[in-house]
């Protein structure tokens, strides 16, 4: 059983469920292999046509988990032992996997996903909802990445181009300042804002007036605007995103000592 994630099936819509509330549904490698189970799940169960995508708590996603217990026992401490030896190549293989690797399969899952989002999402939150087919968001929601602050040109899913539109992405990215719901509505990367009390109700219908259409025509249609979107160079440039990402990493690392991830954390806590 999961401890991180609900499941469950229901008029052919499957409902993914974030559950670490307490943490504001912070992502440790745990998460992530019990979200992407989930994910692989609903995508292999012939009875579900739609995937939706909610969190517990006020907030959606606060990122990756990098407090202190992560720091010391999780996989950042892992990979930090392993650079004597193979350089920072641990850090880009694991998040290949974990973050990059992830969220592209969710994005090419051939069903349709809803993510329901209320609250804060944030830096790696982007990661779980960006990939979803459609985004349906409280009043109260804000998409945030301040990872510039980190040193680093934003986080490792480089979708805010695509998202936001160029000009906006910049301006996401050089100030560090949220998007709110209406803005993110406005600039198309959202698809409707709905009053924090309707969110589950209004989310869960349009997922299930979906899962009336045929399952392979949503199938072929997710994968024309997927392969739309790949001619016009997304994968290509996700990609390039993050390797420059991990250009950041070693600046940091350079720079700190060794102590890439601690620095970048107290940045943005505003520290330093």
Not at 72 to 81: L, P, S, W, Y
Request: charge should be negative; charged fraction near 25%; proline fraction near 4%.
């Amino acid at each position: 059983m999961a401890e991180y994630i609900g499941y469950s099936v229901d008029e052919r819509v499957a409902t993914i469920t974030l559950n670490r509330p307490e943490r504001r549904n912070a992502q440790n490698q745990q998460f992530l292999e019990e979200l992407n189970e989930a994910f692989e799940r609903a995508a292999e169960d012939e009875s579900v046509r739609v995937i939706l995508l909610r969190a517990e708590g006020p907030h959606f996603s606060a990122g990756h988990d990098i407090g202190p217990e992560e720091m010391e026992k999780g996989a950042f401490k892992r990979i930090e032992e392993t650079i004597p030896e193979r350089g920072l190549l641990g850090i880009h293989e694991w998040e290949s996997k974990y973050y990059l690797g992830f969220s592209k399969r969710w994005r090419d899952i051939p069903k349709p996903t809803i993510a329901a989002v209320q609250g804060a999402c944030i830096a790696g939150g982007l990661l779980l909802a960006w990939p979803c087919d459609i985004i349906i968001a409280a009043d109260n929601a804000r998409f945030h990445d301040p990872v510039v602050m980190m040193g680093i040109g934003g986080v490792e899913y480089h979708a805010h181009t695509w998202e936001l539109g160029p000009r906006k992405a910049k301006e996401m990215l050089f100030t560090a300042k949220p998007v709110d719901a209406y803005e993110a509505e406005k600039r198309g990367m959202v698809n409707r804002v709905v009053p924090l009390a309707d969110l589950d109700k209004e989310a869960r219908a349009l997922a299930v007036e979906i899962s009336r259409m045929h399952p392979h025509a949503l199938a072929m249609a997710k994968r024309a605007v997927n392969q739309t979107l790949d001619i016009m160079g997304q994968g290509a440039a996700l990609q390039s995103c993050f390797d420059m990402h991990h250009l950041g990493h070693a600046s940091a690392y350079g720079q700190t000592g060794g102590q890439w991830m601690v620095a970048g954390m107290e940045a943005v806590k505003g520290k330093k």
